[in-house]
């Protein structure tokens, strides 16, 4: 079995009006080579009439982001030309690359009408050869991401990037990143083996489960040490989880706001192209 090193709480950190818990980095851990962030907003209900997300106009450069849409809807635009609405169940990908805009606000409809709400967003490392790489976005609605059946029934795998054993994921990113997100009934198990040389990333959303003989409750992040290829996972209680894994980059990591790049020149750099609207201009 993969050994864990240590079973990490989230730390509350609220954005405004938006409940938010952050996986990492904390104190305890900065990064997971090359997970970089995970920001995990609700569960809340937001009532009729309501401002909806935060996350206005804003650029990024040199990284990846995955967002799950758990409740409530996601209204995306960027520089590059996406625009979409993602709602419950659904996921968004964003290569930010050489550098975009972009925009994750509520839709109007959900402004108007109000309603439960539950977003988590991972942050993912590009190494230094793709950090300028031309920027991308894919949207899914739920019923385009593949789902593997375990254990009878009781364990539901939403295959979203990379493959889950023979099943291949309808995103296939630049740095062979594997990422599903778990639906685990009471009693439900599974069992996954992976290459110690990749590091992986687990995050319990909800509920509680047994993984490789330790207990993880919700908004827990179970650091796992490079030996060992198996997972044994077994549902406590009904639990929702994130599960990744990838080669590590072992590349320098500097960031500053919305970039992440390898040096503070490319920092520098990036705020400079910001400002002169490399990144786009912003459209509403």
Do not use: C
């Amino acid at each position: 079995m993969r050994k864990i090193n240590k079973i990490h709480q989230a730390t509350y950190a609220p954005i405004d009006d938006l409940i938010t818990y952050r996986a990492i980095p904390t104190h305890d851990v900065e990064y997971i080579d090359p997970f970089l962030l995970l920001n995990h907003h609700g569960p809340q209900v937001y009532k009729p009439g309501n401002r909806g997300l935060p996350f206005g106009p804003h650029p990024h450069r040199g990284f990846e982001t995955l967002t799950f849409i758990l409740e409530g809807d996601i209204m995306h635009q960027d520089t590059g030309g996406g625009k979409d609405i993602i709602e419950a169940g659904g996921v968004q990908w964003m290569t930010a690359g050489s550098g975009l805009m972009h925009a994750e606000v509520s839709s109007e409809k959900f402004k108007q009408e109000g309603g439960p709400l539950e977003i988590l967003q991972l942050w993912f490392n590009l190494p230094a050869r793709y950090k300028m790489t031309a920027p991308k976005y894919i949207g899914l609605q739920k019923n385009k991401i593949p789902v593997v059946e375990l254990d009878n029934g009781l364990v539901k795998v939403n295959v979203i990037s990379g493959s889950w054993g023979e099943v291949q994921a309808p995103i296939q990113n630049l740095s062979d990143i594997n990422m599903v997100s778990i639906e685990m009934e009471q009693g439900g198990e599974f069992v996954y083996n992976i290459p110690s040389e990749r590091n992986i990333f687990f995050y319990v959303v909800r509920g509680s489960v047994k993984v490789n003989g330790e207990t993880a409750d919700k908004l827990s992040l179970v650091e796992f040490e490079n030996t060992g290829k198996e997972i044994k996972v077994e549902a406590l209680e009904t639990a929702y989880i994130l599960f990744g894994h990838a080669l590590p980059f072992h590349e320098p990591v500097v960031s500053h706001g919305p970039f992440v790049m390898n040096t503070e020149q490319e920092i520098r750099e990036a705020f400079q192209d910001y400002q002169m609207g490399k990144m786009g201009q912003w459209e509403s």
